[in-house]
């Protein structure tokens, strides 16, 4: 049990939940240039993410293997987001103080998105995937709207949680679907489960469709796009920065997976759809 949690501790994703937590109560007790600091605690954390996730630890800890998949190909996107997101609070630091919005939550909650995308990129099963990606997409909601003064802000604020709501709700949709029809959440007991079957029954494929349309949303791929223009023209630019590229990036990548894993057998089904995506 004592290898468990000290394994734990070389844990990525657990470091950075607990710097967060430790970022959140030091933002409540400083007084002085408050954003500054955990702008620049927040980057030093970051990097020693990056180091851990470079470890390469294996976590056998409360069903890792289960829920979370560990490979080259994940942790080399884990390390892009992560330098993704030191990058969107270095240029935010000046940007919020020409701003005079210096809050310190704004960091906090970028390292919040980032924890879901880190989530997202490694769930091996629909139940993480889905809590990664509203870890990520409920701390954008509250970022997109940061600037309370702005009404382009907080209208963008809006617009990106209904329709964020809405392609959360279809993707959940298309888990229970698929769910429903293979009997398990995990991705390699799907692609288990499908391995015997030689077409795709219309309760899996809507499944898959639903799935991929929900994620097509996040990653604002026409024509599932029209909440973008708003969002981008009202948030803050520093954080339109981080919108078109971190998330994407993580959104591609869940793509890729989520195709190729528990549907690789079935490439026909699934490649009409990014075909069309693709192309629109």
């Given amino acids: 049990m004592e290898n468990k949690f000290l394994t734990l501790f070389f844990f990525p ?3 950075l939940t607990l710097g967060c937590l430790i970022l959140i109560l030091l933002g409540v007790f400083l007084k002085k240039k408050i954003f500054r600091k955990i702008s ?3 980057i030093i954390l970051l990097f020693i993410v990056i180091l851990v996730s470079l470890n390469e630890s294996t976590v056998t800890f409360a069903f890792y293997n289960i829920l979370f998949k560990s490979s080259q190909f994940i942790l080399f996107f884990k390390i892009l987001i992560l330098f993704g997101s030191i990058a969107s609070i270095s240029i935010s630091i000046n940007y919020f103080h020409d701003l005079k919005l210096e809050r310190f939550e704004i960091p906090i909650l970028i390292l919040f998105s980032t924890l ?4 997202l990129i490694a769930s091996n099963n629909l139940m993480s995937m889905y809590l990664g990606i509203e870890l990520q997409s409920l701390s954008l909601y509250v970022i997109a709207a940061i600037n309370r003064q702005s009404l382009q802000s907080s209208e963008s604020g809006v617009k990106y949680f209904v329709l964020g709501a809405l392609s959360s709700g279809i993707l959940l949709y298309g888990c229970s679907l698929i769910y429903g029809f293979t009997g398990s ?3 390699d007991e799907i692609r288990y489960a499908l391995s015997n079957v030689e077409n795709l029954n219309l309760g899996i494929l809507f499944g898959l469709i639903f799935i991929l349309v929900g994620l097509a949303f996040k990653v604002s791929a026409v024509p599932f ?4 223009p708003d969002v981008y023209e009202g948030a803050p630019t520093a954080i339109t920065a981080f919108f078109a590229i971190v998330p994407k990036l993580a959104g591609i990548v869940l793509i890729y997976r989520f195709c190729l ?3 690789g057998k079935f490439v026909d089904e699934w490649r009409q759809i990014i075909i069309f995506l693709s192309i629109a």
Avoid at 116 to 119: A, C, E, K, P, R
Avoid at 225 to 228: L, V
């Fill in 185 to 187: 959440t995990n991705f």
């Fill in 261 to 263: 894993e528990p549907f």
């Fill in 225 to 228: 796009h029209m909440w973008t």
């Fill in 116 to 119: 879901g995308m880190l989530v």
């Fill in 13 to 15: 994703e657990f470091i």
């Fill in 40 to 42: 620049f605690f927040s």
